[in-house]
């Protein structure tokens, strides 16, 4: 075989690597025809890619479903995925009133640059080249009672300034949570002090649920009271995301628990795999839909007789890439590498740089005409508001070839906590797919847990552990 047909995968099998590219060439396909299909004189352009790549996404995951699940679970697919369902999944479900937020020809537009963002993740993962690996390469071995003390690290650093705002009173802090939303006595100021810096460790929050899902599939490894002790936390995890109203935080929250959990488990089917998550999906989509509804009145003050939603509402986020399209650069100059600086410099912060710039020159609010609340234009609108259709093709490749370089951290390594590192990374693929600006700072958690690796690592094992599907 030569290298552009095979790959290692953790467990050191070789899988067909004509897979990917076969799969590749399905969904450029489907995103080509979807292109010729759309139509720039009628309302139609959001439906109607939301059908061809949403069917085009399917019969290219399908293609590589035979190579097995764990080849399924990348960090590739996974934005894909994501990047489909905060662009165009809403719009399979009926949308009241929505021809009337954008113009057609400009909805086509918004619609072509979100085709190209779609085709730079699929042909970026092909950029970056394959190596045949002639033997296994190990990863630092955690000991399953260093994985369990991290557990505790985390959630005792991530709630720390939650515990300290309510005087460490444990039921103080679940009454705030059901709260409406920024009304927490938690919440830092605008710019930013001393108390910013612990809040950042907040962060390590979402080490919670991968190390779970990873204590959940290799449970034999660990204690009664551990189990206990895991379940307890992260049920309290969940409940905070449920709360907190914030829908890309319990997505995120699902998404790793099971990542890690299908990437540790010995045996699992494929058809379990899909039956699960399409019950996973399901509830996920109606619980965010009711998140949505209660985030600004409170869990509490909710009342699901009076305030049901009548529509699946993500966030219109095709429907402010499409009026940014049409402002850039008609109304607006690109904003060139202003965008990539700001992402770099958002993790600093304010409390060591006082002088950091507070955000874009040109906001999406500003653009949109709304001054009361924060949109999302997924990282697709922020790359064209950078450099137009250019700036997308750039950004997309890039998010494509990080994603398989990262996806050598599963296949080149093999033990445990490599499977959890590669799983806490499924944070950072998945918000930036919702906003680059917060790349580098979700990828703080995920350097977190490799340092932590490095320190407490113990001699891996000089035989690798049988193959599993």
Not at 216 to 228: H, I, M, N, S, W
Request: glycine letters at 8%; proline letters at 4%; hydrophobic letters at 55%.
């Amino acid at each position: 075989m030569s290298d552009l047909e095979v790959s290692i995968v953790g467990n050191g099998n070789l899988v067909p690597r004509h897979r990917v590219g076969t799969a590749t060439i399905v969904f450029l396909l489907g995103l080509a025809l979807t292109y010729i299909l759309l139509s720039d004189r009628d309302g139609s352009a959001f439906v109607v890619a939301a059908v061809g790549i949403g069917l085009s996404l399917c019969v290219a995951t399908a293609v590589e479903a035979p190579a097995g699940v764990r080849e399924l679970v990348r960090i590739d697919i996974l934005m894909l995925w994501v990047l489909y369902g905060l662009t165009f999944l809403e719009f399979l479900f009926p949308q009241p009133n929505i021809e009337n937020l954008v113009p057609p020809d400009v909805a086509a537009k918004g619609v072509s640059a979100a085709i190209l963002g779609f085709a730079g993740i699929a042909l970026g993962r092909h950029i970056v080249p394959q190596r045949r690996q002639t033997k296994s390469v190990f990863f630092v071995e955690v000991a399953p009672r260093n994985i369990f003390i991290l557990f505790v690290l985390a959630a005792v650093a991530g709630y720390l300034h939650m515990l300290l705002a309510v005087n460490f009173d444990v039921f103080e802090m679940l009454r705030q949570m059901a709260l409406p939303r920024f009304e927490q006595s938690w919440g830092r100021g605008r710019y930013g002090d001393a108390y910013a810096l612990l809040v950042e460790f907040g962060a390590l929050l979402y080490l919670i649920p991968p190390i779970a899902g990873l204590i959940y599939a290799r449970q034999k490894e660990f204690g009664a009271v551990e189990k206990v002790i895991v379940t307890v936390i992260l049920l309290l995890a969940l409940y905070y995301a449920v709360t907190s109203g914030t829908r890309n935080i319990l997505a995120v929250y699902v998404f790793t628990f099971f990542g890690a959990y299908y990437l540790n488990k010995p045996a699992i089917k494929l058809w379990k795999v899909f039956a699960e998550g399409a019950v996973v999906l399901a509830l996920l989509l109606l619980i965010t839909s009711y998140m949505l509804a209660f985030r600004n009145v409170g869990i509490n003050n909710y009342s699901i007789s009076d305030n049901s939603p009548d529509a699946l509402y993500i966030d219109h986020n095709m429907v402010i890439l499409s009026q940014l399209t049409d402002a850039f650069p008609a109304v607006y100059d690109f904003l060139g590498l202003e965008i990539p600086f700001n992402a770099l410099i958002r993790p600093i912060p304010r409390a060591l740089w006082s002088e950091k710039p507070e955000g874009l020159s040109v906001t999406i609010e500003s653009v949109i005409g709304v001054n009361q609340e924060t949109l999302s234009c997924t990282f697709i609108g922020e790359a064209y508001m950078m450099g137009g259709m250019l700036g997308v093709v750039i950004i997309a490749m890039l998010f494509g070839a990080a994603a398989e370089m990262w996806n050598g951290v599963r296949r080149r390594q093999n033990s445990a906590f490599s499977q959890l590192l590669y799983a806490s990374g499924f944070f950072c693929a998945a918000i930036s797919m919702r906003s680059m600006l917060w790349t580098i700072v979700t990828m703080l958690p995920t350097v977190a847990l490799w340092l932590y690796g490095r320190i407490l690592r113990s001699p891996a094992a000089s035989v690798a552990p049988k193959s599993h599907r």
